[in-house]
């Protein structure tokens, strides 16, 4: 399995993702965010969690404009699996690739605990491996992780079962508690919670190991 | 532009004493420009040059096997083997925070965390030292706020974990806050870059952001005390942009691997000009600078204020000249600012040029080697009061004064700001004694502290400077990490008083004493005084940071108990009341002597702790609120109750050193009997942990109703 993390300027969760992609027998590309090609045969694009390009504006608005992520929408586009995590699922919604937008936090105060989350679909590549209603725990890092969207867009993303998560206590005011969404593919997902932070018993917690583990099925199969 | 002229009145402005005029006369045989003189204030002023606090400073212990820099450096650098080292500092950023909260403290991450990787270091974790006023004084909960946000705003972007730190209010902060940032990075030991220049004729470099009239003054307006006209002061407060530090970090780590890099300095207090002279001072050289060169964001900007100011975020390196177009295309890459400004010169002399004009020419070795030196009078501080009678006070109203107060109430409304799992290493998060971050890739951990008790450093300095760092070994120890080192950040009032010199003194001398017996030799630090409002001196706050090494194949020590197990007391107790938490809480009092620090117990109660790890299930170190607190906490955060056996409020209470609680299983606690006993250690069964309320003695309360208490003061009080 080839995965590929984009490193933006002000990246700073690309090593810890790449080191998921790695405990699961990836190899491993990082990509400067002004390459405009992917390796060739990249499976799955990780787009890390960070300040981008600061984020002084909106939250990855700056990073969807980068010469790679051109590249990042032409993988999915054919169908490639991406993977994107806090700061990642805001770049997500900015190149349209995922439905919504991350806006400040309800409390308006930057969180960072480990939530309470139900895995609300295990039909994708990333969540077969939790089961469907599976509870979990995983670290939140964020302050702009208030998930919104459209009336339209919600009852689409309900009735075609593509919310991958949601939060089962107050974190950040989203629509609906919802903490991670599906593309309509179920290629791309958006996460704000961080599973490459949970994958090893050091750690304190292991709930994120599945979702990578999740992938090498999938991988083997697509 | 025509430079105004040198009056007396411009003279003291620039915080220069009549007699240090007369000394920058002497040396220079002629009337300084007005660039000169800035320069000269920017270097002279106490934040720069040490000159109360060097003579106690060198009576410190800063050396040891462990040491491979010790202070004197942008941070100190500590082995802990495998060709890797610890590279760490703590320092002060308190009177831009007072000012403006929200960047004071923001910028004072950024230049800790510069401190760090100037030399070489990937910052691997942050914490801080927070002290504010009375909760209920009208600043208290807007400093608070902006102060919370700016460090988490600043750490969180730039992507450093946040694992520990304190909070403290006390009505002495009111008018002056403290804001201590610490960092800590890691390094291989055949990289460590150092600020010596060598070479002549070498390319001066600036690196990073753009230049501003931001701080100009900073660190002078830092060495004066605050009165009514603060509100004037907020130009002299930088502003931090976390994503420009981010990327002259990576910039710097990319160009350092490419053996570009001869010496480089950050730019911090007093920025060009205290980087420029420092890096031909310690490398025997001179400076010339064109200004010309410089990258600047305003227009028109003058030499005094390109020399004076603080923009953050840019960094000053002497280059090898073969290397130049590598080290410029790894700036083009990050998108950073990249200009060769000057040259290394043989002789000794800082010559500032602009527009084709000298605007400096002084010698260089003076501005720092003969930086003013002072030996303050001073007196030492009188034995404090006897311990007047304590009333009676039930033993659950006693706890609940503590946990209901914005002191010792849970801080996560603190730590949930800050991101403490960023890079993936956390081992242990905030508000659980010290943190713990794995050394990425290897076996072996980190783990760090930040300690200091004010009302015992107030009450007796020297006793309460070695207790600071006997927390600090404690807390290390705790986790089952062996301490290696420390770093001090001691904030003081004015030294001109001899009752505040006679405070730094006795704190001074008890901390060497401390570091000394502990082996936990200071490598770097910083001072800070003048922290007074309106003549009103804080407590005195000298902070310790430290850092412990857990091996590889070692296990840290966990910090909960699980329901059955055993409660055991190491350490002996014998009930000291005087300037505890609980009189301060309960009754706000201050009197008696601060409980006395045996060093000899606590190395080898510490060393019990840390040989034994493996008999342990959950430790906590025993400090503020003693047996009491440290129990009620460590049974809040496993969720599960305690019961101890004691009744009397000095033995719950008390808050005598050295001495650790632990839940065991009772096999395990059998066998920790012997191995103290043959230790020479102290150790008790004082009750068990399990079901649901905290029992002292009888007098009993829901663990519940407790834990929803102290999980919302915080908040309550400051929020």
């Known amino acids: 399995m080839k995965a590929a993390v984009l490193v933006f300027p002000g990246s700073n969760c690309d090593r810890d993702l790449a080191e998921g992609f790695r405990s699961i027998g990836a190899d491993v590309s990082m990509v400067w965010h002004k390459d405009t090609v992917l390796p060739e045969g990249t499976d799955i694009v990780g787009v890390p969690g960070g300040f981008s390009f600061g984020d002084y504006l909106r939250c990855g608005a700056i990073a969807a404009q980068s010469p790679i992520t051109r590249a990042l929408v032409a993988h999915a586009k054919r169908g490639g699996f991406v993977l994107g995590i806090c700061n990642g699922f805001q770049v997500l919604t900015e190149t349209g690739l995922l439905p919504g937008a991350l806006m400040r936090n309800a409390g308006l105060k930057f969180v960072c605990r480990t939530v309470d989350l139900r895995v609300e679909t295990d039909d994708s590549a990333f969540t077969h491996g939790y089961g469907k209603g599976a509870e979990i725990r995983l670290p939140v890092a964020h302050h702009d992780g208030n998930y919104v969207a459209d009336p339209d867009a919600l009852s689409r993303l309900t009735g075609e079962d593509r919310i991958a998560l949601r939060y089962t206590e107050a974190v950040n005011g989203s629509v609906d508690n919802i903490a991670g969404v599906l593309s309509e593919n179920r290629r791309v997902l958006g996460l704000m919670p961080h599973p490459e932070r949970a994958i090893d018993a050091a750690q304190g917690n292991t709930d994120g190991k599945a979702m990578f583990t999740s992938l090498t099925g999938a991988m083997a199969l697509a | ?719």
């Open chain 2, 1 to 719: 532009m025509q430079e105004p002229e040198i009056t007396d009145d411009l003279i003291a402005a620039h915080g220069l004493k009549s007699d240090e005029f007369a000394e920058i006369l002497k040396l220079l045989d002629r009337e300084p420009t007005f660039t000169e003189l800035g320069i000269f204030s920017a270097m002279w002023n106490e934040h720069c040059s040490y000159k109360s606090s060097k003579k106690w400073l060198r009576t410190l212990p800063t050396e040891g096997p462990q040491v491979i820099c010790g202070p004197g450096e942008n941070a100190g650098v500590v082995d802990i083997g495998d060709g890797q080292a610890v590279v760490f500092k703590m320092e002060s950023h308190n009177h831009p925070s007072y000012i403006e909260p929200y960047q004071g403290a923001a910028t004072g991450v950024g230049g800790i965390l510069r401190d760090v990787f100037t030399m070489g270091a990937r910052p691997i974790a942050a914490m801080n030292s927070l002290s504010f006023g009375r909760p209920e004084h009208p600043k208290t909960r807007s400093l608070v706020a902006g102060v919370v946000e700016g460090v988490g705003g600043y750490g969180n972007a730039f992507g450093v974990p946040t694992v520990g730190g304190e909070v403290r209010f006390d009505a002495s902060y009111d008018g002056n806050c403290l804001v201590n940032a610490f960092a800590a990075g890691l390094a291989d030991t055949d990289s460590i870059f150092y600020s010596a220049a060598s070479g002549v004729g070498r390319p001066v470099v600036y690196l990073g952001a753009k230049t501003g009239r931001d701080g100009v003054g900073g660190a002078t307006m830092a060495s004066a005390e605050f009165d009514d006209t603060i509100e004037e002061k907020r130009p002299t407060v930088q502003v931090g942009d976390p994503f420009t530090e981010k990327r002259l970090l990576e910039a710097c780590l990319e160009l350092m691997q490419t053996g570009a890099v001869v010496s480089i300095q950050d730019m911090g207090a007093a920025g060009l000009t205290c980087s420029a002279v420092e890096m031909g001072d310690k490398g025997g050289l001179g400076v010339r600078l064109n200004l010309d060169a410089v990258p600047v964001r305003e227009e028109n900007m003058t030499a005094y204020e390109m020399m004076l100011s603080e923009s953050q975020e840019r960094m000053l390196m002497v280059l090898d000249p073969d290397k130049e177009d590598v080290a410029r295309a790894v700036f083009d890459k990050w998108d950073l600012d990249f200009a060769v400004v000057g040259e290394t010169i043989a002789e000794d002399r800082f010559l500032i040029l602009h527009g084709n004009e000298v605007k400096a020419d002084l010698p260089l070795k003076a501005l720092s080697g003969t930086a003013p030196e002072y030996d303050r009078k001073w007196v030492p501080t009188p034995a404090p009061a006897a311990l007047a009678d304590v009333p009676a006070i039930d033993a659950m109203d006693a706890l609940r004064s503590l946990i209901g107060s914005p002191n010792y109430a849970a801080k996560q409304w603190v730590w949930e700001q800050y991101d403490s799992q960023v890079m993936a290493d956390t081992l242990r998060t905030p508000g659980q004694g010290a943190g713990i971050i794995r050394v990425h890739g290897t076996g072996k951990a980190l783990a760090f502290t930040s300690d200091v008790t004010p009302r015992y450093v107030v009450a007796d300095p020297e006793t309460g400077g070695a207790q600071a760092v006997a927390e600090a070994y404690r807390n290390l120890s705790a986790v089952g990490a062996k301490p290696l080192s420390s770093t001090d950040n001691l904030n003081f009032g004015n030294p001109e008083k001899p009752a505040i010199m006679g405070q730094l003194v006795g704190a001074i001398k008890g901390i060497g004493a401390a570091c000394l017996a502990l082996d936990m030799p200071i490598v770097s630090g910083n001072v800070s005084l003048y922290n007074e409002t309106d003549g009103a001196g804080i407590l005195p706050t000298p902070t310790i940071g430290a850092v412990g090494l857990i091996a590889a194949g070692e296990a840290p020590i966990g910090g909960t108990a699980q329901p059955g197990q055993v409660a055991l007391l190491v350490g002996e107790t014998h009930g000291h009341i005087g300037c505890s938490a609980l009189l301060a809480e309960a009754w706000g009092r201050r009197d008696g002597a601060p409980p006395p620090v045996d060093l000899e117990a606590e190395r080898r109660n510490g060393t019990f702790i840390r040989e034994n790890r493996t008999l342990i299930g959950g430790a906590t170190d025993l400090s503020d609120g003693g047996l009491a607190l440290a129990a009620f906490e460590m049974a809040e955060a496993s969720g599960t109750g305690v019961s101890l056996d004691a009744a009397d409020i000095p033995t719950l209470f008390g808050e005598d050193q050295a001495r650790y609680l632990l839940a065991c299983n009772f096999d395990a606690a059998e066998a920790l009997m012997p191995a103290a006993a043959q230790a020479g250690v102290t150790i008790a069964y004082v009750g068990k942990f399990g079901g649901d309320t905290v029992n002292f003695g009888g007098d009993s309360a829901s663990l519940a109703d407790l834990a929803s208490l102290y999980r919302t003061a915080f908040a309550a009080a400051v929020g």
